[in-house]
């Protein structure tokens, strides 16, 4: 089952390309498998299968499945209607977090939430930015986008001092479609990450000597 790739961190990416930057929740990577006979039947977390007996992310299953799974398919099937019937496999990624998850961690108690990121199709990439806005942008359960333009040093500063109309929480994930970038390059994709100072902080002063362990 395909895993979800390292994401660079902004200062190994060339600036000046358009982007699309989305929210970045701050969670676990859940991952999830669809195929024309089996349906949505392999299940993962970043690094390992699970199923739905899984302590933390079990509920992450049922919530996948439940509310967003056949939408996410019906959707596909639109965007791509000549291309749909050669898909073998969809595999679906989306960030699981509650009100106090951090860096990875969970409070039990918390309500649990998904929000889909990225789509990637078997044999032939992810999905670029733009089309997954167009398929998923007006969706609740999608990641939302909070800026469009050039992937620029004044961008980055408003992400890492939390200067966006929008308030973040962790920071941003950035994607665009280029065939002059070639770093970690899926397809036509690319895609960086920036964190808010604020962020970066509270990874220190849990982590302190480790922090850099979560991503800069």
């Known amino acids: 089952m395909l895993q979800y790739p390292s994401i660079?961190?902004?200062?190994?990416?060339?600036l000046g390309h358009k982007c699309y930057a989305f929210y970045k929740y701050d969670g676990s990577n859940l991952r999830f498998e669809w195929s024309p006979k089996k349906g949505w039947n392999k299940f993962g977390s970043r690094t390992q299968m699970i199923d739905r007996n899984h302590p933390t992310f079990g509920?992450?299953?049922?919530?996948?499945?439940?509310?967003?799974g056949d939408i996410i398919?019906?959707?596909?099937?639109?965007?791509?209607?000549?291309?749909?019937?050669?898909?073998?496999?969809?595999?679906?990624?989306?960030?699981?977090f509650g009100e106090n998850s951090f860096?990875?961690?969970?409070?039990?108690?918390?309500?649990?939430?998904?929000?889909?990121?990225?789509?990637?199709?078997?044999?032939?990439?992810?999905?670029?930015?733009?089309?997954?806005?167009?398929?998923?942008?007006?969706?609740?359960?999608?990641?939302?986008v909070v800026y469009h333009g050039n992937l620029n040093e004044e961008f980055i500063q408003k992400i890492r001092h939390n200067a966006l109309e929008i308030p973040l929480n962790e920071g941003v994930i950035c994607k665009g479609s280029s065939d002059k970038i070639q770093f970690k390059k899926y397809g036509s994709v690319w895609m960086t990450k920036i964190k808010t100072f604020e962020y970066i902080?509270?990874?220190?002063?849990?982590?302190?000597?480790?922090?850099?362990d979560f991503g800069e």
């Open 8 to 14: 660079l961190g902004v200062k190994k990416m060339p």
């Open 59 to 68: 509920k992450g299953i049922d919530i996948f499945t439940e509310e967003m």
């Open 73 to 96: 398919i019906e959707r596909i099937k639109h965007a791509y209607p000549k291309q749909f019937k050669n898909i073998d496999r969809i595999t679906a990624f989306a960030e699981f």
């Open 103 to 144: 860096a990875g961690s969970h409070e039990e108690d918390d309500i649990k939430q998904l929000k889909l990121f990225d789509i990637f199709l078997f044999q032939k990439g992810f999905i670029r930015p733009e089309e997954f806005v167009d398929i998923f942008g007006d969706w609740d359960k999608s990641a939302e």
């Open 201 to 212: 902080n509270k990874l220190k002063n849990r982590y302190q000597d480790k922090w850099e």
